[in-house]
């Protein structure tokens, strides 16, 4: 299953993070809101070329961000195997439209080019029934069930073959 081409990657900027740090989600998705104090280094991991970060664009308009790598992973989760961790996010006003699936393929089609991958890994939180929708739809497998160590929250490790 391949993505169109209508989506475009961008190494993410400062003036983009700062823009992906003011989303906010609803509830039961304000985990995923940044906490104030915390902004400033929440930006400099989102500026961080080794956390390999990257806004996406459709039509000329900033829409999502995409993580490569290990950044993506969550405290408590076995990643012993070799696989692209893969994160992100849609701004809050597109989610639960259908579009998910279409970036995540996107995002897909341009790790195969940048890196190279054996396996595609995620990490969802496990409450998040709308992401694992979503990853199942492009290929993904749910593999693992474990809990954070700090928080208790619950996620789901799940993976995908990089074909």
């Known amino acids: 299953m391949k993505s169109e081409k209508r989506f475009e990657f961008r190494v993410l900027t400062e003036k983009e993070g700062r823009e992906i740090l003011a989303w906010r989600y609803d509830p039961p998705y304000e985990l995923y809101n940044p906490q104030p104090a915390e902004l400033e280094d929440d930006l400099a991991n989102l500026l961080d070329p080794q956390n390999n970060y990257f806004s996406v664009y459709d039509r000329g308009e900033l829409i999502a961000f995409r993580c490569f790598g290990p950044d993506a992973r969550v405290a408590g ?87």
């Open 77 to 163: 989760g076995n990643y012993e195997a070799e696989a692209l961790d893969m994160g992100g996010g849609l701004r809050p006003n597109l989610t639960g439209q259908g579009l998910g699936p279409q970036v995540m393929l996107a995002a897909i089609d341009f790790a195969l080019e940048r890196f190279q991958p054996p396996l595609f890994r995620v990490t969802v939180a496990y409450f998040n029934l709308r992401a694992q929708k979503a990853c199942l739809k492009v290929g993904y497998q749910r593999i693992e069930r474990f809990s954070h160590p700090q928080s208790g929250r619950e996620f789901v490790i799940m993976t995908r073959p990089a074909i």
